[in-house]
Each structure stands twice: as C-alpha cells, then as structure tokens.
C-alpha cells in the first residue's frame, strides 16, 4: 500500500488502479495457489527430515516462511478493498512481508550452498550437511534476519510507534531513512543472496561437467532445479529491488513521487510474492525424494477417501 501524502501533507500522485483491481485478484489467486503448495511442501519436507536429508530442514524453513507471507495476503486485499485495518495488524503484516522477503533469500542461500559442498567436495563436509547441522544453521538464519530486521526497525525510529505508525502504508516519497533501509536491505538481502546463489549453481555446473560418475539425468535434474530456484528469485526480487533502489537515490524528503514510479512501486510489490508460490511447486517437481513422498501422500488418501466411500455407500 502507498501513502500519497509528502511529509509536509501536500498530495504527490493521483490514485492508481493497481491497488483497487490488481491486488485483490493477484492477491487471491497467490493465495488460492500458494497456500495448498505451501503446505504441501512442508509436509513433504517434514517426511523427508525424518527420513535424514538435511536439505529438508531448509525447505522447511523455506515453505513455513512462504506460508507466514501468503497468511497475510487477505489483509492487503482488505486494504486494497477499502476495508478499515487495525494500526497494529498493519504493521504486523508489513514485518511478516519483508522477514519472508529475506528469510527466505537466506535459505534459498542455504539450500544452493549445501548441493554445491555435496556436488564439489562429495569427500568432505560431511557433517556440514547432516540434519542437526542444518537446524543450527537454519536456527541462526532466523536469528540473523530478525536481528537485522529489529535493527532496520529501530534505525528508521518505527519500533516506538509499531501500533501507531502504519507501516504497511510505503511512504510517498520515501523519508531518507526509509531510503537507507531501502538501499541496506537491496544489499544485504537481495544482491549478496543472488550473488551467493549464482556462484553455487556455476561452480555446481563446472563440477557436474567435470565428474563422468554422475548419471546424466541426475546431472540435469540437480541444475534444473537450481536454476529454476535461482531465475524464480531473480524475476520476483529484481524488479522491486530496482525500483526501491531508484526511489532511495532519487526522492526528496519533500518531494513528490511520480506516477509511474508509484505504479511499478505497487506492481513489484505483488510480484514479489511469485517467489512465495513458485519455490514449493519448483522443488516438488523436480525433486524425485518429493516426488515419491507425494505419490504415497494421495495414494493413502485415495485410500482413505475409498474406505469412506464404501462405509457411506452400502451394496444394494
């Protein structure tokens, strides 16, 4: 959501329609989507976890992160609407969206890091990727990001008026220490997550064009998903992190925001959540450990549905 208004109160940019007619079916549609994927995916991860692979631990990590995201999109379609939200659920919603953003950079971060020490040095670091070591990881990416968020928070003043400060509403123009956050996150949280990202799935593939005793399709599938992973991050985030990187280094602490940029502001917002609703269905495609825990997954519900049917439906 966007706030019109500069700080000296003088009306910067007209209404746009973004809000009022893309958000509520962008919104819901991501839902719809997002929230079964989501939870499908956790599911799986879960099974998986038990089973000792520790990139499960990530990917739950991941879909639970997804899933707090894709929890709040009813209240920006309530904004979007018109309808009256509560100060404090505002804020709250606007911390859940830029934790999720960032969290999970950190474990898409994970997860590349940890195919690239067991496809590069299959000998070695071993224990860098059993279970317990990925839920230590995965406890210190949580600590890290709310850590940095709370600072961020504290640094633009916004933690002494959480409940009366509506931070969902982006301010337009930015404030200049709305800016700095806005360039601080860029960095940290989006460039640096990329380019960690990147560096893996290059040296992965180096590494699986080197290696004769890796099977050609396990070769392709391991590089499809990374790069499916990676060109996901990068068409959700870019364009938000350009547009927020645009606006820091050009808006006035009185100055107006223009149309345009208003509109690509609102429409990289909602794209962001692609991310969200894409990485579950990613690695339940591709994965063949996902895919198997799926097919035991609707063949005990087919199961069940069956044994249901048949106490309901009596023979003649």
């Known amino acids: 959501m966007a706030d019109n208004t500069s700080s000296n109160g003088t009306f910067c940019t007209r209404d746009s329609a973004v809000e009022s007619h893309m958000y509520p079916t962008g919104y819901s549609l991501f839902f719809i989507i997002g929230f079964p994927a989501n939870c499908l995916s956790l599911y799986v991860a879960w099974m998986l976890t038990k089973r000792g692979n520790n990139l499960a631990v990530y990917l739950i990590c991941l879909s639970v992160g997804d899933l707090l995201y894709i929890l709040t999109l009813p209240v920006w379609i309530a904004m979007a609407l018109g309808h009256p939200v509560d100060d404090c659920l505002c804020s709250i919603v606007a911390a859940v969206m830029y934790n999720s953003f960032y969290v999970g950079s950190g474990f898409l971060c994970c997860i590349s890091m940890d195919r690239y020490l ?35 928070l504290a640094h633009t003043g916004t933690i002494g008026s959480f409940c009366s400060r509506r931070t969902c509403v982006a ?54 998903l990374l790069l499916s992973l990676l060109f996901t991050y990068l068409v959700s985030f870019t364009p938000f992190q350009v547009v927020m990187f645009i606006r820091a280094l050009q808006e006035k602490e009185n100055g107006c925001t223009t149309q345009l940029m208003r509109d690509l502001y609102m429409v990289f917002v909602a794209t962001t959540t692609i991310n969200s609703v894409l990485d579950p269905i990613i690695y339940c495609l591709v994965s063949e450990s996902a895919k198997t825990e799926m097919k035991k997954l609707f063949l005990n519900c087919e199961q069940q549905l069956s044994r249901i049917y048949s106490s309901v439906v009596k023979p003649q």
């Open 118 to 152: 067991a496809i590069a040095f299959p000998l070695h670091f071993s224990r860098v990727r059993e279970v317990r070591t990925a839920v230590l990881v995965s406890i210190l990416v949580w600590t890290l990001e709310i850590v940095v968020h709370l600072s961020l």
């Open 171 to 224: 301010p337009m123009p930015l404030r200049v220490a709305d800016g700095r956050e806005a360039m601080i996150r860029a960095v940290l949280g989006f460039l640096i997550p990329a380019l960690i990202m990147t560096f893996c799935f290059l040296e992965i593939n180096r590494a699986l064009r080197r290696s004769p005793s890796t099977v050609f399709s396990e070769r392709r599938k391991i590089c499809c």
